[in-house]
Structure formats: C-alpha cells, structure tokens
C-alpha cells in the first residue's frame, strides 16, 4: 500500500469522524450550553450566528416583527447568545442607564481605519462606557437644543438650492426626478452645511461627490452584514494586507479629512474662523482649546466623520417615508397643505408669529418654514411621529451585553454575557401600544390619545436609540425633517410615477429606493385661499 493510500486510510478513519464530532459538539454547545434553549427561534439560528447573517443579507432584518408574530412571543432566540426582545418595557430595561448595557463587537465594524491602518473607535462605535462619556462630554452642547436656532439658516440655505435644483431640472410635466436620490443628496449637503460651513456639492452637481452615498451606503451593509460575526471583520478588512496597501484610510474618513482641509484653507482659528453659525467643526476645534486633554487632532477628525456616516442616510430614511406616504395618501397630504396654508397665511396678519417681519412682504412669504412654525403644525408633528414608528431607519436590533447578574425579561432569563437587544420595527409594531392597526402609516393615532399615552407612545420609540447611547444628532435631524417637507410640498405638487418601483433593501439601515416622481411648480396662491 503507498503511502498516499496509507494516509488516505488514516484520514477517513480518524480524521473524518473526528471533526464530524467537533461540529456536532460544536453545534450541540451552540444549541444547548448557553442557557438560552427555552427560548423560542428559527432553529438554525440557535445553532449559528451565519443564520442571522444570512437573514440580514436577504433583506429581511426590517421584518423581524413578522418573526416574532410567527413564534408568537415578544422574546426570540436568533443567535447561539442572541436574543431579539420585542417590548417596549425592555427597551427601558436594556437602553438604561443604571446599569448602561455595553454595546457588543458588531460595533467595531463602524470604526474607521486610519492612514497607520489602525481601528479608531468613535462616539458612535466605541464599546468602553467611559471612553464613551469622556468623548461625549466635550461635544454635547454642540449637539444640544440651543445650539439649532443658530443651525436653521444652514439648514434653509440647503433647501433653497434643493428647491432651485428641482425646479431647474424636473419641474416639467414629462420629467421624472428619482427623488430617493436627491432627498440623500440634501441630507449630504445639509450635513456638509453644518459641519464645514460648506454645502457638498451633491445638489448643484447632482452627482454623488466623491462617491460617498455609495460609500456610506457599503459602509452600512458591511456592518449589517459582516457585523453578525463580528470576528470576521479582522480578516476581511482590519488585518487584510491587501486592503491596507490598496486603501490605507478608509473611503469616508479620507472624504472627512478632505473637507477639514478646505475648511482650514478659509479660516486660520477656531475663534476668526466663519462669519455667520459657527459650524460642527469649529465646535469641535473649540472643544481641543477647552478640553486638550481629551481631544487631539484625531478625535476632532472623528468627531467630523461621525456626522459625515450616521447623518445623512438615516435623515433621507425619515424625508423618503414622509414623501411616499404622502403621495400614496392624499387624504393625509391634504391636512399637511392645511397646515402650511395656515402658517403662511399668519406671515400675511398683522402681529404674525415672526416677531421681526421681513419689511418686503413677499419676501417674509418667500422664506422657508421655519422651526418655530412646523414645530407649530401639529398634524405634521403626528405625521412624523407617526414615519419614525412605521419605518425606523435602523433595521436591525441595536445589541447590547446583559450584564453581571443577568436579566429576566419576557418571562426568560438571560445569563450575563447574552446579547440581547430590540429592533425599532418589531417595538414599534406593538398593538398594546400603538394600537391594533400598527402595520398601516396613520398619523391620527397619535392625536386620538390621552395625552399621557402618547406620551408612552413616544418614548418607546426607538428609532434614534435609546439611553445613554442615544442619537447625539437627533435634534438636528428633527429640525430638518420638521421644515424640510412642508417647505417641499409647499413648493411642489408632487406625483409618484409607479408605486411598484418602491423598494425597501435593508441590512444595518433599510433604505428605500423607486421613489420616482413628477413636480410642477405649486401656485403660492392656492395654498393661501382658505
Ligand atoms: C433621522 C435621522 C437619524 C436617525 C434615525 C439616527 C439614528 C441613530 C440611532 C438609532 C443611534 C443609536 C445606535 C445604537 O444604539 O446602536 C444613533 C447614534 C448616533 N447618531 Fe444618529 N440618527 C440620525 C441622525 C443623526 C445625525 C444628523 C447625526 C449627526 C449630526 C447623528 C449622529 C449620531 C451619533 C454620533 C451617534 C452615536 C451616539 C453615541 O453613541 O453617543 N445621527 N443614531
């Protein structure tokens, strides 16, 4: 017998049996060694994590409220240690802050790599809590509340030249505008706006500048994706020699770093930097004078980076869910036009709401809705309330580490170690909660409640997160949503060309596209007669 044959024999007799006993061991553990095999689950995904990579590359992650539906339970087994919880009372429990629940390793996939190839954790990505609070601390008032009244005209600037770009381009009656496109193209150049002073260029251009919705958009597949087993990240891009010599800083934080360097080029400090707001990245300059022991250079370019890849896919989610459900429903559409006609026609009375009327009165008319009159459109404040819960931007649950002691909740245990979080789309389909009819967009559901009830309603939302890791840019994000879309409609008469081009492709984020539609021009007029 040759040796070949020989090992040949040894292989099949030891080697094979051998590493089928490892899988099945390794399966049985999976399975059974957890502490989690009570809990109800797609059977394969109790045995591997690939199954859960598997449904999110399948487009399925924004359904996982028909999983839970199907297993009849609030609380899912979708993972060897993952478990999905569909209840508003869990979101208090898991995104509280005593104790904060650690974020998990599918984090690490949105950390940048530098130009030294190494992985830079961000505010967004970091796992460490205190990191987290040190680098939260010497940015948050630049995210606050007070700091929006000083954003709004970077905000308006950016919509007169969406609504100029419309109007040049496609306001024609045979003209179609892929308007998914060019909402992402605002949200960018708004982003831009605020963070360097400086609109992008994707509205003037109409082109995606430097590829970056591309690049955004990768970027958040991979870590829906690749994200599911995290470890896989080390092979394919944080140790990947190939990767590092073809792409040494990755696309968005080269793209980041390119606009630091033109905002330097017209500003010398932070303090004679920009007449008018002082934008994101002065704030952030101004943070290394105030806190040099946190902040360096590099912190700063991160601090600009994460606006530059969690703000403007998430806000273009929330600007596409409002425009289709406002052309597919033109009963909610007409209410929304009420309201605008209403807060136009206060610029026209004496003593309007603008305490500092524009002394040429078609002007005042031509100025966009500001913060302080679509705050006041309380049907289009439901109308909001109401496109966060139907179709919150992320698609996935946002996992997080139970802790020392473990957690009970939904009538299961969950050792410490499981990783356990909510996905907005499942909580927000909660019929106790937001009623029975929770699968159809319907804005009145929040007006026909007591107020203390919408109250709940709105604080189990989870579409910009919850807790202590919540969305730093949320009030941004409202401040554009409220003015952008009435000042949109009020615009343009707006007509969806096909309702069956509308697609929704999830993976971390579940981004619509076919939103294709037909403008003309609205007369100022018609929304003024009562
Ligand atoms: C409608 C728009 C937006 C939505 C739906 C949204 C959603 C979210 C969610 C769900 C989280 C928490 C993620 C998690 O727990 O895993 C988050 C965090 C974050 N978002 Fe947003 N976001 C939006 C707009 C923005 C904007 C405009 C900015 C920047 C200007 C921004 C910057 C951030 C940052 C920095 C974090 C990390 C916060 C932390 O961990 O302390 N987001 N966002």
Redesign the pocket.
Known sequence: MSLLQQTGDVFKAYFLPALLVLVVLHFAINRYGYGLGKIPGPFVASLTDFWRMFHAYTNKGHQDYLLHRKYNSPVLRVGPKTVAVASPDAVRVIYGWKPVYR?TQI?TTQSQLNSNGQLVEN??STMDEEK?TRL?KPVAAA?GMSTLVEFEPLVDSTSRTFVEQMEQRFARPTKECPLDRWLQMYAFDV?GE?TFSKRIGFLETGQDVDQMMYHTGRFMEYTGVVGQVPNLDWYFRIKNPILHMLRPTSNILGFTLKQIREHQKSSHSPSDSHSGPRD?LTRFLEAREKYPDIVDEGLVHDYAN??VA??SD??A??LRTLVHQFVTQRSILDKVLGEIGAALRARQAPGDADPDPDPDADADMDRPITWAEGLKMTYYQACIKEALRFH???AQI?PRLVPAGGVELGGHYLPPGTVVGCN?WSVHRDPVLYGQDVDRYRPERWLEVSPDQARKMETSL????AG???????N??MLE?TKFIPEFFRRFDVELVDPERWKITSTWLAVQSGLDVRLKVRPLESLLAE
């Not at 989870?462 to 997160?465: I, V």
């Not at 202590?468 to 949320?474: L, N």
Request: proline share 3%; with cysteine; net charge positive.
């Open positions: 974020k984090y505010l967004a987290h939260a995210y982003i605020l994101f994460t606006n969690g703000g998430t806000t989610i929330i919150p931007a992320t946002l907005a989870l579409t910009f997160g202590k890791r919540a969305c730093v840019g949320k941004i994000a949503i």
